[in-house]
């Protein structure tokens, strides 16, 4: 079964640093392209980041480009995302997901998505 | 940045009818690659539909996806009771992913 695991969501002061990973299992993650994706309380969906299978294609919302940084060991079959300088309106539920090509994190769906960690940034 | 507007907000309809759910792009959007994802309260979205009009493995029929450029429809035939969620748009054709604000389709 194809499963994408978050964790490292954690409640965080404002400015300081934070790492999330994302496990994947049931598929060859160096097959494919990976994001992510987040979602504020109450809110819709953000893309955050994107990230093709052999780390030469990246991509960042303007709102995080400069502070946060996606990368990937696909050895270890696992997606990070090193979040920095972090503000109160990072505040939200990250998902990690699949994309359905390799090539580019662009120009492929997103057809598995994990259940989420929960950051939160707040003094 | 292309922009995805989404309308209505909300819909209100009854178990059986037909749901209509617009995506509109600020500007063409490249080679329709453009999604439809389903999300339920607490779950992660579930991809229905890529490339505008194709389903995905699962997605039943009564799901169709149609559109082109900057104007896009997700089209609901009967809605049955588990479909009564929140529907959102996303569009991959540039190196700006970006999502629509969501359309709520809930039980009149």
């Known amino acids: 079964e194809v499963e994408l695991v978050e964790s490292g969501g954690d409640l965080v002061q404002p400015g300081r640093s934070l790492r999330l990973s994302c496990a994947a299992s049931?598929?060859?993650?160096?097959?494919?392209?990976m994001h992510w994706v987040r979602q504020g309380p109450g809110k819709g969906l953000e893309w955050v980041s994107g990230i093709n299978w052999n780390s030469d294609n990246i991509g960042y919302a303007d709102s995080v480009k400069g502070r946060f940084t996606i990368s990937r060991d696909n050895a270890k079959n696992s997606l990070y995302l090193q979040m920095n300088s972090l503000r109160p309106e990072d505040t939200a539920l990250y998902y990690c997901?699949?994309?359905?090509?390799?090539?580019?994190?662009?120009?492929?769906?997103?057809?598995?998505w994990g259940q989420g960690t929960t950051v939160t940034v707040s003094s | 940045e292309i922009v995805l507007t989404q309308s209505p907000g909300t819909l209100s309809l009854s178990p059986g009818e037909k749901a209509t759910l617009s995506c509109r792009a600020s500007q063409s959007v490249s080679n329709n690659f453009l999604s439809w994802y389903q999300q339920k309260p607490g779950q992660a979205p579930r991809l229905l539909i890529y490339g505008a009009s194709s389903r995905t493995t699962g997605i039943p029929d009564r799901f169709s996806g149609s559109g082109s450029g900057t104007e896009f429809t997700l089209t609901i035939s009967r809605l049955e009771p588990e479909d009564f969620a929140v529907y959102y748009c996303?569009?991959?054709?540039?190196?700006?992913?970006?999502f629509g604000g969501g359309t709520r389709v809930e039980i009149k």
């Open positions: 996303q569009q991959y054709g540039s190196t700006l992913l970006t």
């Open positions: 049931g598929f060859g993650l160096n097959d494919y392209a």
């Open positions: 997901v699949k994309g359905s090509g390799s090539e580019s994190y662009s120009h492929y769906s997103m057809d598995v």
